[in-house]
């Protein structure tokens, strides 16, 4: 009776064995992904715009600074690129309304126009309560991403600012 319990322990336990054997080579076949590393820049204009550029996809998001928000003070309009739009670093793009002033929307980089904050049309205070992240302008595939170099880093732009007053 002994001898029976050990010949089954002993078969159930090779043929666990033999199924971890066969699933070894599964893990064996496992090979981990590259590294793969995307860049993402931000950049800022002299006319408080930002752009925050993710080199894998080439996208660039188009904000406009707190800076420029507080500036503005409350939103109450905001004119927003066409989605296909072909642009041109430096070009109008846009315009922002508030209660104390209108302000001219520039196109930080060249590229076409992918995408626009449609959430603005109906709410167009998200640019003062999340300028840099709700409150994004539009999405530009960039055709020239060394167009980024002629902008300011944040300690730039910061200086920038400072040297506004």
């Given at each position: 009776?002994?001898?029976a319990?050990?010949?089954?322990a ?10 971890a054997?066969?699933?070894?080579p599964?893990?064996?076949a ?27 996809t ?54 076409t ?49 400072e040297?506004?007053?």
């Amino acid at each position: 009776m002994i001898f029976a319990a050990i010949r089954h322990a002993s078969r159930s336990g090779s043929s666990t064995l033999r199924a971890a054997h066969r699933a070894a080579p599964a893990l064996r076949a496992f090979r981990p992904t590259p590294f793969v590393r995307t860049l993402i820049t931000k950049k800022y204009t002299e006319d408080h715009e930002a752009v925050i550029y993710d080199d894998q996809t080439q996208i660039g998001t188009v904000t406009i600074t707190d800076y420029a928000q507080s500036s503005l003070g409350d939103v109450v309009y905001v004119e927003l690129p066409q989605t296909g739009t072909e642009i041109s670093q430096g070009v109008q793009i846009g315009a922002v309304e508030s209660v104390k002033a209108a302000s001219d929307i520039f196109a930080p980089v060249s590229g076409t126009v992918e995408e626009i904050n449609e959430t603005l049309n109906d709410q167009p205070g998200l640019l003062n309560k999340s300028p840099e992240d709700k409150g994004w302008l539009c999405k530009i595939k960039v055709s020239d991403p060394a167009e980024l170099e002629k902008l300011m880093t944040e300690e730039e732009y910061k200086k920038h600012c400072e040297s506004d007053h």
